[in-house]
Nanobody
Framework: QVQLVESGGGLVQAGGSLRLSCAGS????????AGWFRQAPGKEREFVAA???????????GYADSVKGRFTISTDNGKNTVYLQMSSLKPEDTAVYYC?????????????????WGQGTQVTVSS
């Protein structure tokens, strides 16, 4: 069983930055692959970014087109925590952001690929 806890959300002005964190239980992200998704009111949950470690030094990364060049996904050296660094934030980035984990290898772009989810953290970008 994998437990994920997100933090770092908040209110920020357009153009600002936030860093979300997702702490896993144990060395979670050496065993599991991680993804970030978001869900805005009235909309479906959508893929944001994902990371899949191929070796201790090589990771596969995936990003939604809407966040490429603005968001960066990474893990800490111990691979206990996955981060989502968000820059140049826009009002349309406002959503609840969820961290997710899956056991099989490879980057997962669909919510259905992931078996484990955090509780979510609210990000609000004001114009």
């Amino acid at each position: 069983q994998v437990q994920l806890v997100e933090s770092g959300g908040g209110l920020v002005q357009a153009g600002g930055s936030l860093r979300l964190s997702c702490a896993g239980s144990g060395r979670t992200f050496t065993t599991y692959r991680a993804g970030w998704f978001r869900q805005a009111p009235g909309k479906e949950r959508e893929f944001v970014a994902a990371i899949s470690w191929r070796s201790s030094t090589t990771a596969y990364l995936g990003y939604a087109d809407s966040v490429k060049g603005r968001f960066t996904i990474s893990t800490d050296n111990g691979k206990n925590t996955v981060y989502l660094q968000m820059s140049s934030l826009k009002p349309e980035d406002t959503a609840v952001y969820y961290c997710a984990a899956k056991a099989d290898y490879g980057v997962g772009y669909a919510a259905g690929d992931y078996a484990y989810w955090g509780q979510g953290t609210q990000v609000t970008v004001s114009s």
